[in-house]
């Protein structure tokens, strides 16, 4: 049903438990039919005890058989019936709650797709997968364990009690007594209990995944480091912190059964008080005495599993918090409605005046950018973190809208035109870009599905890893493992650059590429990526100066402002931030030399 994604996305203002309700849409018919299911099965029980103590009080006195029957095919009846009806209730039960998570997954992908990557900025990578999984997962209990348990016990409690009362009032208020305690007050008092673990529930188990991911994407990083046993004690750590929280919630669900259990045995106890002191009174006759004990002790069953359900739905609201962050998320990129037809080609690409920011942001992330590019150009913007340079190529992607300023792509406003169009003009080269575990020929076939071996072994040339390819002993079926784990940084990197190149794009953005490689991998890498786009619009994004002496013309940026723009070799020669940056740059890399071993010392000649 469509309309379970439409109403869990579209209605922030509404109260979030009451847009998870609105997530049933369509399926609202179901969930009212597994509900009178559910109850047809909790009042199966409810019969079946009462008539089976009415069956055998009464087979006691020895009547004819006759007398029973009625009696006997109710007993089967009821006892075929609980089972058929609790299996009918889950059949359509879960049906529909699988029907409305299916849609409501969906919806948070699609979200994702709008607002990945600029709106994801804070966002870890664990903690997302945890929401997107477990919190999502979470969302069916409101109805599995919850509302539908809820609604159940309501009306068979209700059904018993009516039933009670007609046989013996005095029963009827022991049983309503009972029934309101176990059913109202124990379900609060454990709920009041486990609110607070209840809430750091869902955060906790995303701050687990998120140490987990962390550990396990970066083990090799941190092993070299020499931070594995400190990421290790911290996911631990995040590990107890859930373990305590799940006993704090245990602690709370078995006071809360101890005292339904209580109050079950008092209330069965009283009815068999007041139905004694009715059998002496001459108001009851004896054999119904068995039915007004063990009706109470059979509608308990209803009420027995709500101080759980009422943890559930503490623990619902707090996923499904979590869930709609995702999906109100506001979105970095705003669609047109009628795009425009595309321009034959994407020069000149102009910025004029442009300013952007992410949400949350205080100041503009870009701030008067300004920028053209012809067929060929080739320019490096460069700057420190947080400068500006990703939000930049995050702007051209259209992965960010721009706040202020224009962007044209051959004379067409970017923001006219559907996303998927400017990205087919812009292409990115990311720092991380991913590899699947799959061959080097698929990840290459990703951007061009029907490229032939000889374009795929073209493009791994240009990225100068063609040698080392045609060295494997599987070649271009070589696995590359799990985010190309099998690869080192610089192979990965290149083939990053091969698939980029392979898609052919006529605007190229390189993100950092040679980012957390050692400096020497770094450089030749920046020295091969400049050589193979070489003719090819490009723009280099990078914190690091070498090789820049191959580009047109070098932006530099500070706190999202252009300071110094110009040909490299003027700027290097010219006092001014980019000379700053380069003087850095070489003590950095002095400092990162290894020193030489020790050996023997020196032997001088002399004449």
């Known amino acids: 049903a469509p309309d379970t994604a439409t109403a869990a996305a579209g209605s922030p203002a509404r ?50 058989v006759l007398y029973l029957m009625v009696a006997v095919t109710a007993t089967r009846a009821f006892g075929i019936g609980r089972a058929v009806f609790r299996y009918a209730e889950r059949l359509v039960s879960h049906d529909a709650v699988l029907r409305m998570l299916a849609d409501l997954r969906v919806a948070v992908y699609r979200r994702l797709e709008r607002i990945a990557p600029a709106g994801l900025r804070r966002t870890r990578r664990g903690d997302l997968l945890a929401r997107l999984v477990q919190d999502v997962d979470a969302l069916q209990d409101y109805w599995l364990r919850w509302l539908l348990p809820a609604g159940a016990a309501l009306l068979v409690g209700a059904g018993s009690v009516g039933f009670t009362t007609w046989l013996l009032p005095e029963a009827g208020a022991v049983l309503a007594a009972g029934l309101l305690l176990a059913g109202v007050a124990v379900p609060l008092l454990g709920g009041l209990l486990a609110r607070r673990a209840e809430r750091q529930l869902a955060p906790a188990r995303g701050a687990l995944g998120t140490a987990v991911v962390d550990l396990l994407r970066g083990c090799a990083e941190l092993t070299v480091a020499g931070a594995l046993k400190g990421r290790v004690e911290r ?36 009815a068999a008080l007041v139905g004694v002191q009715a059998v002496r009174d001459g108001r009851l006759d004896g054999v119904v005495l068995a039915v007004l004990v063990l009706t109470p002790l059979a509608a308990f069953e209803a009420v027995t599993g709500l101080p759980l ?60 950018f300004g920028l053209t590019l012809e067929a060929g150009r080739r320019v490096a913007v ?127 953005v390189l993100d950092e590429p040679a980012e957390h490689l050692d400096l020497a991998t770094a450089d030749a890498l920046t020295d091969d990526l400049l050589r193979a786009t070489e003719g090819r619009t490009t723009v280099l994004i990078t914190h690091r100066l070498h090789g820049l002496e191959a580009v047109d013309e070098v932006l530099v940026l500070d706190r999202g402002r252009t300071v110094q723009r110009g040909a490299y070799a003027e700027l290097a020669a010219a006092e001014g931030p980019l000379r700053r940056m380069l003087e850095q740059e070489r003590e950095s890399d002095l400092l990162l030399i290894p020193a030489p071993a020790p050996g023997p010392a020196p032997t001088f000649l002399s004449k």
């Open 15 to 64: 109260p979030v438990l009451g847009r998870v309700r609105a997530m049933a849409g369509e399926l609202r018919g179901r969930m009212a039919l597994a509900l009178l299911l559910g109850s047809l099965a909790l009042g199966s029980a409810v019969g079946l005890m009462a008539v089976s103590g009415w069956l055998i009080s009464r087979a006691s006195e020895q009547p004819p």
């Open 235 to 270: 996911a631990d750590e995040a590990d107890r912190e859930l373990t305590g929280i799940a006993s704090r919630q245990s602690a709370a669900t078995a006071l809360s059964a101890g005292l339904s259990a209580l109050v079950c045995g008092l209330s069965v106890a009283g």
């Open 309 to 368: 359900a009422v943890q559930y739905r503490q623990r619902v609201r707090r996923s499904a918090e979590r869930v709609f962050d995702v999906l109100d998320a506001p979105v970095p990129v705003h669609e047109p409605e009628s795009p425009a037809t595309p321009p034959a080609g994407p020069f000149p690409l102009e910025l004029a005046g442009l300013g952007a920011r992410h949400a949350g942001q205080d100041r503009p992330a870009l701030d008067g």
């Open 382 to 508: 460069v700057g420190g973190s947080g400068s500006g340079k990703t939000t930049l190529a995050q702007v051209l992607l259209r992965f960010l809208d721009a706040e202020s300023g224009t962007y044209r792509l051959g004379g067409t406003e970017a923001a006219a035109l559907d996303g998927d169009e400017v990205r087919r003009f812009v292409g990115l080269c990311a720092q991380d870009a991913h590899l699947f575990d799959s061959t080097i020929r698929e990840n290459l076939r990703l951007a061009r599905t029907g490229a032939s071996d000889e374009e795929l072994r073209g493009a791994l040339g240009r990225a100068r890893l063609l040698e080392w390819v045609e060295g494997l002993p599987d070649g271009l079926d070589t696995l590359v493992g799990e985010h190309g784990s099998r690869l080192s940084g610089g192979q990965r990197q290149r083939l990053a650059l091969a698939r980029a190149l392979l898609a052919d794009f006529p605007v190229l």
